[in-house]
């Protein structure tokens, strides 16, 4: 495998910023032209903006106006006490107050690992904030074999024994993506130092804070069809997030589309080009569709 050039944290194409709404301050990075289309890109476990830093270059250099947050619980993002804040339905409500707080109507966003999961449930609860949704692997729908390690993560004396060596996994997940330089792990240590996993950890012990709040929200089954046009772009090599758990998702996403990028989970660092490549034609695409959409209702 070719190693991808070293991206700095504190490359000056990256601006750190944050945004506080109703009851969170988010860390974020932003980078691109504040006037281009605005693209949101949520990471996953156990990840940061950072994860995401081969896309935020390469988009900004297209023109548009990236914005790669820290999560809920990440990084120098708030990193709420309370469970009930890391469901999807409250994290929804959280990146539509940071949209409000940034005076951004709507967005193209995209989701990794829980961010892609995320990416979804934003699209049921806040479907009018949306130009479109693109999904990097798929969303777990199932019990199955290969998530056996969440049973761990759900477990209390898990938070401490990776807070007690925050390096050993981060530098694992260095290395899935294929790029395990000094820098980019010491800035990923440095930044979980501030709260630690214990936010990341949360998010594996809200399944029925999701079940409840979905079941608030969305009491009809025609409520989880999601209309928003939609790609997902699959990892054949994923051995948690398998291509085939896709299959029927345009039941529920009736305008999704999809690509396949022959790398493993960390496939926006693993093959960054080809990732770029195709979440770019993606992005193209979405905005075709919006624009035949808008010109069809003249």
């Known amino acids: 495998m070719t190693v991808l ?19 969170l301050r988010y860390h974020y990075v932003e980078a691109g032209d504040p006037k281009g289309e605005p693209l949101v890109l949520v990471h996953g476990f ?151 996993y214990r936010g990341p950890l949360n998010y594996y012990k809200t399944g029925k804070v999701n079940f409840d709040d979905e079941l608030a929200a969305l009491p009809h089954k025609h409520q989880h069809i999601i209309h928003t046009p939609a790609w997902m772009i699959l990892a054949k090599n994923d051995p948690y997030l398998l291509p085939k758990m896709a299959d029927g998702m345009d039941k529920i996403v009736p305008g999704v589309k999809f690509a396949t990028v022959d790398a493993g989970h960390f496939c926006m660092t693993e093959k960054a080009e080809e990732v770029n490549a195709l979440l770019k034609t993606a992005i193209e695409d979405l905005i075709a569709r919006r624009n035949a959409a808008a010109k069809a209702s003249l």
Request: charged share 25%.
């Open 5 to 23: 050039p070293h991206i700095d944290p504190n490359d000056p194409i990256f601006t750190h910023k944050f945004a506080q709404t109703k009851n």
């Open 46 to 196: 156990p990840d940061l903006w950072y994860g995401w830093r081969y896309q935020i270059k390469f988009f900004a250099e297209l023109g548009y106006r990236v914005i790669a947050i820290d999560n809920v619980g990440y990084g120098q993002t708030d990193a709420p006490m309370e469970l009930e804040r890391y469901g999807l339905k409250a994290q929804s409500d959280q990146l539509a107050g940071f949209l409000d707080a940034l005076d951004i109507p709507k967005i193209t966003v995209i989701g990794h690992d829980w961010g892609g999961a995320f990416v979804w449930r934003f699209g049921l609860y806040y479907p009018d904030r949306l130009n479109g949704i693109i999904r990097t692997l798929e969303e777990v729908i199932a019990i199955v074999p290969q998530f056996a390690y969440q049973r761990e993560f759900v477990d209390p004396a898990t938070v401490a024994k990776m807070d007690g060596d925050k390096r050993k996994l981060l530098s694992m997940v260095l290395k899935a993506g294929d790029c395990d330089g000094q820098t980019e792990l010491d800035y990923m240590v440095q930044e979980y130092s501030h709260s630690g």
